[in-house]
């Protein structure tokens, strides 16, 4: 009994984690119930737990990343071990034939997700050789499309930047940032909802810092209606903003609910 229970949290662990991956990988949505929560946590850890340094600033982006891709790979190799665990013999040691143990059970689903084939292991029938078939298929699609993944997270967080100084080049009044920098804005915001983890980079540069630099593009902007307009459309989709709740309310107001929403992501 207690391997179809096992073999049931293997699936349920499986089922959950390849949702996540693929919405925040090709899902074009802010929507990562796990990558989210473990984004932020590994953002909390890095906050309250090393000192102000210009390092500290450097590693934030890749330590992001890197905790959501490791929680990635862990939690699909403890499912389909999990999974193997529906029958005591589905893995043997090809050596002796005897059947594997949990940690060799593991060490096999290692190789097959990092398509290096079993290893030292097979498997007892062809069900369980089409099994790790299967998870081989997974292992590679996760190790292709993470690496697409950050690919595209670093050149939105390089867009934010690039955004950030074209801004500061015009003043609030400038025709060319009406006509030039709130619609490359939009096109950024549009980038963040498919790859909200670039807010998690920060810069050594302050100036470079891409939430706190759209506060100070709103507060720039405050004296200028139109132009104001004009922002708190393009910014009112980010992720985790909720800018629909905002229509009414003043600029001040808006301004005041994006310093909030940017306190999230500032180290």
């Not at 050596?95 to 059970?105: L, M, R, S, W, Y």
């Amino acid at each position: 009994m207690i391997d179809v229970v096992l073999a049931l949290c293997g699936i349920i662990i499986l089922s959950v984690v390849t949702l996540d991956f693929l919405y925040t990988a090709i899902g074009a949505a802010p929507f990562s119930p796990v990558s989210d929560r473990v984004a932020h946590l590994a953002w909390r850890l890095l906050r309250y737990g090393v000192p102000e340094s210009k390092i500290k600033h450097r590693l934030s982006g890749p330590f992001v990343m890197t905790a959501i891709a490791v929680s990635w790979i862990v939690l699909v190799s403890v499912g389909w071990t999990l999974l193997f665990q529906l029958s005591p013999s589905a893995v043997l040691i090809t050596d002796t034939e005897t059947p594997a143990n949990f940690v060799q059970d593991f060490a096999f689903v290692g190789h097959l997700l990092s398509t290096l084939g079993g290893g030292p292991f097979e498997t007892e029938s062809p069900l369980w050789l089409v099994l790790s078939v299967v998870a081989g298929v997974n292992g590679m699609v996760i190790l292709t499309l993470s690496v697409s993944f950050v690919l595209s997270t670093t050149m939105t967080v390089s867009s934010g930047r690039a955004l950030l100084l074209k801004a500061a080049m015009f003043g609030p009044d400038d025709p060319e940032l009406r006509a030039n920098v709130l619609p490359a804005l939009a096109d950024l915001v549009a980038n963040l909802n498919s790859m909200q983890f670039a807010l998690y980079y920060s810069a050594v540069h302050p100036n470079q810092r891409l939430p706190a630099g759209l506060v100070r593009l709103a507060e720039q902007l405050r004296s200028h209606p139109d132009n104001m307009r004009r922002l708190r459309i393009a910014l009112s989709p980010l992720p985790g903003f909720e800018g629909d709740t905002m229509t009414q309310a003043t600029d001040a107001a808006f301004i005041d609910h994006l310093k909030n929403w940017s306190h999230g992501y500032t180290l």
